[in-house]
Every structure is written in structure tokens, then in C-alpha cells.
């Protein structure tokens, strides 16, 4: 009997070695995972899994538990309020108000553009005096001129809402100017990020559905105190002269960068912009009425 016992000695070392063998594989197979399964309910085993069977928390048959742990919690994101919309004006805003007037402010505008034969020399100019403007732009041309539209936010100019066509604004009826006016917003919007908070009607002329219109797209209408008159190309000479006559605290200078040859306005704007600066006025960019 002795000389068996070597050999049940190796028997039980193989069958040790392959009970963890087995427990190796085992483990390998299910990755590690340590988690304890949950136990069987008393009333006897449990369906097996198909298709849309609820497993652990309502979620999918099959669907290993960590999964879910790393899902984001969207449903407890806050909600962020709607942005408040100004009250509906009867008059639109001619200057600068009483507050906004300290060191002789001023306000320079741009109408009709962005045209890419005029606006970007008017750009080099505002840039070289470190001034900032405003342009009121038509959808029609900022459409095709987007890269003009890119250049203005990224100089610090605000870009506002001219229409899409420049019509008569009386003339239309309430859904063509919706299009009119709500499609230039987007196209803005769909440029730089923002869509416009100022409008401007079109030759100045205002009704009680564009100052709903324009209120309800969240912007404030902008009229003018000094019209150059340069569109009517009466000489770089003249448009001059009209700006330095009207230049006052809380002026509002209209201009125009495209809408015909402008070629007498970026003449014009070159000329007497350091003149107004070497007055001791300063161009400035408006302020939001509270909401």
C-alpha cells in the first residue's frame, strides 16, 4: 500500500490544479466582476430574458449594470429662462440718452451693406481709429457677403437688422414683413452666433407692426439725429460737412456702406472721423434699455 500512495498524492494535486484551472477560466469570462447577483424571488426562477424584458431598474434584459452608472443625468439640467423681450415702442430711439452722453459720445451707422466694394475699406478706417460702429445690414446682402458679417462681430461692431429687401415698409403686408424682417435675423444668427437686438426700417419709415415685429425678435428700433444725406452722392465734400455741423453728445450719424457707389461715403468717413476725434468727441456703441 505504500508504494500507491505517490500516486494518490498526484491524482489529488491534478485534480486541485484543474478545479483552478476551471475557476480561472471562469472569472476571465466574466470579467471579473465581483458583484453579488441578486437572489431569486421565492415564487420559483426567473423568466428568461428576450427582447424589451425589464432587467435591473426598469432598464433593457441583458444590459450589464455599470452601463447605466455612466449615463449624464440630462433630465436634472436646469432649464435656462427665455430671454425677456422689450416693450413695444411707438417712436423709435433718435440719440443716445441723457446718461450715455459723457466725453461728447457719439454714434456711427452704417446702412444697406455689407457690400464687399465699400464696407471693408469703411472697416479699415473705424479699425485704424479704434472705433467701433454699428451696421444695420439687409438680409439679401449679408447673405452673400458673410465673411464681411464674421469681420464685423469679430471687430467689435454691432451688427443690426435692416430688412431682407429695403422696402417701404407701409407697403407690406403683416406676413411679408415678418419674412422680411425674421429672416434677416437668422441669417445674422446663423453667421456670428447672435441675432440682431437693434432694428432700423428702411428710409426711416415706421409703422405699429414693425415695432411689434421687431420687439417680439427681441430688438429695439434705431432711427437717426444726423442724415448725412450721402445717398444721394452730393460729393465727399458735403457728406463731410454734415457730419461735423450735426456732431453733438448723443448724436447719431447715418451713413451708408452699400446701396449704390458709396465711393464718396469711405472718402467721406476717412475725412471726417479723426476731425471729430481731434473735437474731442468719442464714437461709442449704444446700451440695451432695461427690460
Not at 444697406?112 to 464696407?119: A, E, F, H, L
Request: glycine content about 10%; charged content about 20%; overall charge neutral.
Amino acid at each position: 500500500m505504500k508504494n500507491d500512495e505517490p500516486t494518490v498524492g498526484r491524482r489529488v494535486l491534478l485534480r486541485t490544479a484543474v478545479f483552478l484551472g476551471v475557476a480561472a477560466a471562469s472569472a476571465m469570462l466574466t470579467g471579473g466582476e465581483t458583484d453579488t447577483p441578486a437572489p431569486r424571488s421565492p415564487a420559483g426562477p426567473a423568466p428568461a430574458a428576450g427582447p424589451g424584458a425589464a432587467g435591473p431598474r426598469g432598464l433593457g434584459a441583458g444590459l450589464p449594470e455599470k452601463s447605466y452608472r455612466l449615463r449624464p443625468m440630462t433630465a436634472e439640467s436646469p432649464v435656462r429662462p427665455p430671454a425677456a423681450k422689450p416693450a413695444v415702442r411707438t417712436r423709435p430711439i433718435l440719440e443716445l440718452p441723457v446718461e450715455e452722453r459723457s466725453g461728447r459720445a457719439m454714434v456711427l451707422t452704417f446702412d444697406d451693406g455689407p457690400d464687399p466694394r465699400y464696407t471693408p475699406a469703411i472697416l479699415d478706417t473705424l479699425s485704424r481709429h479704434g472705433v467701433r460702429a454699428m451696421f444695420f445690414v439687409c438680409g439679401e446682402m449679408a447673405t452673400d457677403n458673410r465673411d464681411l458679417l464674421r469681420r464685423m462681430a469679430s471687430e467689435g461692431h454691432v451688427i443690426g437688422n435692416h430688412t431682407w429687401t429695403h422696402p417701404l415698409i407701409p407697403s407690406l403686408g403683416r406676413g411679408a414683413l415678418e419674412s422680411e424682417i425674421g429672416r434677416t435675423s437668422e441669417v445674422v444668427q446663423s453667421c456670428v452666433g447672435e441675432a440682431p437686438v437693434w432694428f432700423r426700417a428702411p428710409y426711416g419709415a415706421w409703422n405699429r407692426a414693425a415695432f411689434e415685429i421687431g420687439a417680439d425678435l427681441g430688438m429695439e428700433p434705431m432711427a437717426w439725429t444726423v442724415d448725412t444725406l450721402d445717398w444721394k452722392e452730393p460729393g465727399t465734400g458735403a457728406i463731410v460737412s454734415r457730419a461735423l455741423d450735426g456732431a453733438a453728445p448723443g448724436a447719431i450719424v447715418l451713413n451708408h456702406d452699400a446701396g449704390g457707389n458709396r465711393s464718396q461715403s469711405v472718402q467721406a468717413v476717412a475725412t471726417y472721423l479723426p476731425q471729430l476725434l481731434a473735437r474731442g468727441y468719442r464714437m461709442t456703441l449704444p446700451t440695451l434699455p432695461p427690460r
